[in-house]
Each structure stands twice: as C-alpha cells, then as structure tokens.
C-alpha cells in the first residue's frame, strides 16, 4: 500500500513540474516600448548617426567614409 501511495505521489509531483514547464514555455512576455528602441540601437550599429561625406557627382553621393549613403542629405 505504502509503495503505490508512492508511486502516485511521484507520479503526480512530475505531472506537476512537467505541467508548469510547459505553462511557462508558453507565456510570452512582451517588452516595453523602451526595451524595443534599446535593441533597434543596439542592433543598427554605432555608424547610424554618421553622416555620408563626399562629393555628389550625377545627383549621387559618393561615399568617401565607411557610412552608406542612403541618401543626399549628408553629401557635403
């Protein structure tokens, strides 16, 4: 009697940590508004800020630094 008291206790402590496993696998957790601009930062590098320096030949930029040029605004 005392071994399947046991074996249903052991059974049921399992069921239970599998059970919460799989409850907190599930939950999803969303980040903040300030969390999401700190990996969009992180993840777009340190040269975003930098401008495009060169000289424009066609109306094109033509990149003398290691910043893309995405656009004209930074051609001096």
């Not at 005392?2 to 919460?20: E, S």
């Not at 696998?25 to 930062?41: H, P």
């Not at 424009?56 to 001096?76: A, Y």
Request: hydrophobic share 35%; net charge positive; glycine share 8%.
């Amino acid at each position: 009697m005392k071994k399947n008291i046991l074996k249903v206790a052991f059974v049921a402590a399992f069921a239970l940590v599998a059970g919460y496993g799989v409850y907190t696998a599930k939950t999803q957790t969303d980040l903040s508004d300030l969390a999401l601009d700190n990996v969009s930062a992180l993840a777009s590098g340190e040269s975003a800020g930098a401008k495009c320096y060169g000289p424009k030949s066609s109306s094109e930029c033509q990149c003398t630094n290691s910043t893309p040029c995405r656009d004209n605004s930074g051609c001096n």
